[in-house]
C-alpha cells in the first residue's frame, strides 16, 4: 500500500477531487496548511505599503490506496492541480507497512 500525500493550492481542490472521483478513489482526508517552498513567500502591496506573506495558504491531500491504484491517482492530481505557475506543490508517495481499523481490529487490505 502507498500514502500519497499532496500540497496543493486550496482554489485548486475542486478540480482534483472531480479528478479523485472519475477514478473511484477509495478516500481522502483534506487538511487547511500553510507553508512555503523554495520562493520562500511572496511580497504584496496594500494601501502604498509592501508586506512580505511568508507562510502561504495551502492544502494536504492524503489518500491511502493499493500499489496498482497509486500511480494513476497520482497522475490525476498532477494534470489537475497543476497551473504552471510557481507554488503549484508537491506529491509525495510513501510506503504503509500496516493499516488497522480501530472499530474492528482488521489488518492490511481489509483494513482499508
Not at 495558504?57 to 490525476?76: F, G
Not at 507554488?87 to 489488518?107: A, H, M, N, S, W
Amino acid at each position: 500500500m502507498k500514502l500519497i500525500v499532496g500540497i496543493i493550492r486550496p482554489e485548486r481542490v475542486n478540480q482534483v477531487r472531480r479528478a479523485l472521483e472519475e477514478l473511484q478513489y477509495p478516500g481522502l482526508t483534506l487538511s487547511d496548511v500553510r507553508g512555503h517552498g523554495r520562493q520562500k513567500g511572496l511580497s504584496q502591496q496594500w494601501r502604498g505599503r509592501e508586506y512580505v506573506v511568508d507562510m502561504l495558504p495551502k492544502v494536504r491531500i492524503e489518500i491511502l490506496a493499493s500499489d496498482d491504484e497509486a500511480p494513476a491517482l497520482v497522475q490525476a492530481i498532477v494534470e489537475s492541480a497543476r497551473t504552471g505557475d510557481i507554488g503549484d506543490g508537491k506529491i509525495f508517495v510513501l510506503p504503509v507497512q500496516e493499516v488497522v481499523r480501530i472499530r474492528t481490529g482488521d489488518r492490511g487490505d481489509e483494513a482499508v
